[in-house]
């Protein structure tokens, strides 16, 4: 990830990723940094990209500030606003006394605004962490609140929490909040307060159906549903899940793969890949490749019969059991 400077501030900064947390803590560091020299209670604007015009954007950077020397603009949504070529010059040659700050979760790098940006040196991209970097990335969170966390504490968040910043982030806040007095969090903490992911419940999920558990899978798929989870999404997942054990099984019986390098063949993070070879004990190839032919008349049934979709799952999970 690239990151600002904000020793030295720009004039202008383009700020763009799919991670709107990111965005949102590079600006409030602009802000921080500024508020010493700007009272942005009175040099403050935020405008959107889809509710303006470049020009209104422009009248408001070449106002002279309010008691004071500088002035802060951020205008977010940059992607839907339609440049003039009074903007595009004003990018090329800004105001001395204006900071401004356009901010969208995507750019196109081929438009004029950009290319005259990047070479400018305005551009940053703000990328999440990978999977290698998200255990880091989660401990620092909870050092910023004043809390250590153990290792598996760090993996349940890894497997339990959808891949998004922002709910991580809440979640960080949630168990920190409601651990006030306490210095360091394990996993046992941590359960009590993370919601698992849909994924993982579906993990869970072929896990029961491996130990041949048919009345405690039913009951987890029962609880998806009633949950709200679309039965084509579970279908799905479950074909995903399965595809993956039989890739795995592979893999390591019959081609002698290291485990070291398991998570690059299987393109998944690595604090998840133990998880898939442990599950692949539960299944030989041949019952694996049975199951995908399993699944493939399901999808069939799905598309063409009148039969109830949750039915039709169900009885999907009685045929791999038995």
């Known amino acids: 990830m690239k990151k600002e400077n904000t020793k030295e501030l720009k004039p202008i900064y383009i700020i763009y990723g799919k991670e709107k947390l990111l965005l949102e803590e590079a600006l409030e560091r602009f802000k921080k940094k500024l508020s010493s020299e700007i009272d942005l209670t009175l040099n403050y604007e935020e405008l959107r990209g889809s509710e303006i015009n470049s020009d209104a954007i422009l009248k408001v950077a070449n106002t002279i500030p309010f008691f004071g020397s500088k002035r802060l603009i951020v205008v977010k949504e940059v992607d839907k606003l339609t440049v003039s070529d009074d903007f595009l010059d004003y990018i090329d040659n800004p105001s001395e006394f204006t900071h401004l700050i356009l901010m969208a979760d995507k750019i196109d790098k081929r438009s004029k605004l950009f290319k005259i940006a990047n070479k400018k040196?305005?551009?940053?991209?703000?990328?999440?962490?990978?999977?290698?970097?998200?255990?880091?990335?989660?401990?620092?969170?909870?050092?910023?609140?004043?809390?250590?966390?153990?290792?598996?504490?760090?993996?349940?968040?890894?497997?339990?929490?959808?891949?998004?910043?922002?709910?991580?982030?809440?979640?960080?806040?949630?168990?920190?909040?409601?651990?006030?007095?306490?210095?360091?969090?394990?996993?046992?903490?941590?359960?009590?307060?993370?919601?698992?992911?849909?994924?993982?419940?579906?993990?869970?999920?072929?896990?029961?159906?491996?130990?041949?558990?048919?009345?405690?899978?039913?009951?987890?798929?029962?609880?998806?549903?009633?949950?709200?989870?679309?039965?084509?999404?579970?279908?799905?997942?479950?074909?995903?899940?399965?595809?993956?054990?039989?890739?795995?099984?592979?893999?390591?019986?019959?081609?002698?793969?290291?485990?070291?390098?398991?998570?690059?063949?299987?393109?998944?993070?690595?604090?998840?890949?133990?998880?898939?070879?442990?599950?692949?004990?539960?299944?030989?190839?041949?019952q694996l490749r049975r199951a995908h032919k399993l699944f493939l008349e399901a999808e069939i049934d799905f598309k063409t019969s009148r039969k109830e979709p949750r039915l039709i799952l169900e009885t999907l999970i009685d045929k791999i059991i038995f």
């Open 121 to 286: 040196g305005y551009a940053y991209e703000y990328k999440p962490p990978g999977q290698k970097e998200l255990p880091k990335w989660i401990k620092e969170k909870f050092l910023k609140e004043g809390k250590k966390v153990t290792e598996d504490a760090v993996r349940y968040i890894c497997l339990n929490v959808d891949n998004d910043l922002m709910r991580m982030q809440n979640e960080v806040e949630k168990v920190c909040l409601y651990y006030q007095d306490k210095k360091t969090l394990n996993s046992a903490d941590i359960k009590i307060l993370v919601e698992k992911s849909s994924e993982n419940t579906i993990f869970e999920l072929v896990d029961l159906i491996g130990r041949r558990q048919e009345g405690e899978a039913l009951k987890v798929l029962n609880n998806l549903i009633e949950n709200g989870q679309p039965v084509p999404f579970l279908f799905h997942m479950m074909l995903r899940q399965f595809r993956l054990l039989l890739k795995t099984k592979v893999l390591l019986d019959k081609r002698g793969v290291a485990f070291s390098m398991l998570a690059k063949e299987l393109k998944v993070p690595p604090f998840v890949v133990s998880r898939y070879r442990e599950q692949s004990h539960n299944f030989s190839i041949s």
